[in-house]
């Protein structure tokens, strides 16, 4: 039986939304008859594409916007064209993202200014772009996509430990920070999931370890999910259509794990 969220004709902007986990958010937030714009690197034409087929199949507006993540006026801009476009911001989905893995001795010293402003500091310039008009309107929803790996490390991913660790300290700021303004911030830490972000990382691993890629999958990376499966995307979405409806009013500063066991071990 489907849910009403109570959030048709909301306004939501998703960043690193055209693959992945925010493609797969943006089309839960749609069926619920949220307006969406879209955000994110790729191929012009696909992301038309893919665009046009959402608005068609849901019937919510969709837009696009391709705002730089390590551009802070950019990000402004993203953030004033929900305003423009429907008057309104309801939602920020905080969840762009790059990944390198390599020893920290090895570290490229542009790939850690990379991470951290791709994945840390666009979620400062978005939230600070967006909290007023939040605030104006009594009512808002952020949502942070950290990881399980904001909460506990691997080898190999120090600046991206340090960039997701930093996004739920943040998460958690803003949550007391804003607790009597009608505004929540939460972060969601899921564990791994099947993105083209991850099926590189399975190369990359299996580069920096000296392994085979199979031998990734079930040592490196399925290792640390107890129930050994990945996370699905329907699984991320349920979270965040909580966090975002009514329902979710009482939750705020908090990191959700969604990660098969992982954090609990």
């Known amino acids: 039986m489907a849910v009403d969220y109570g959030i048709q004709g909301h306004v939501a902007v998703i ?28 191929d012009p034409a696909q992301i038309e594409h893919d665009r046009r087929k959402l608005q068609e199949r849901t019937n919510a507006s969709i837009l696009y916007h391709g705002a730089d ?16 476009e429907f008057g309104r911001l309801d939602i920020l989905v905080n969840n762009a993202g790059i990944q390198h893995v390599a020893p920290v001795d090895e570290f490229p010293p542009e790939k ?4 951290i402003a791709v994945i840390l500091s666009s979620t400062f310039h978005a939230s600070r772009a967006a909290i007023p008009i939040m605030k104006a309107q009594g009512r808002g929803r952020i949502v942070n996509i950290a990881s399980a790996h904001g909460l506990v490390a691997s080898a190999f991913k120090a600046p991206y430990v340090a960039a997701k660790f930093g996004v739920v300290g943040f998460t958690k700021g803003l949550g007391v920070e ?22 590189k990382q399975i190369g990359d ?16 990376i399925l290792a640390a999910q107890p129930n050994k499966q990945f996370v699905e995307y329907g699984h991320l979405a349920g979270m965040l259509l909580y966090l975002v409806s009514d329902m979710g009013a009482s939750a705020t500063g908090a990191a959700l794990s969604i990660d098969g066991g992982w954090t609990a071990t």
């Open 112 to 115: 850690w200014d990379a991470l």
């Open 205 to 220: 691993q299996a580069i920096a370890r000296g392994i085979p890629e199979d031998r990734v999958m079930e040592d490196v």
């Open 69 to 84: 993540m390590t551009k802070p006026e950019e990000i402004t801009d993203l953030i004033d064209y929900a305003v423009r």
């Open 178 to 199: 804003l607790a009597r303004t009608g505004i929540t911030a939460n972060a969601i830490c899921p564990g791994y999931v099947k993105t083209p972000l991850i099926e």
């Open 15 to 42: 960043t690193g939304s055209t693959s992945g986990i925010g493609q797969a958010l943006a089309g839960a937030l749609a069926e619920q008859g949220v307006n969406v714009i879209l955000n994110g690197f790729g």
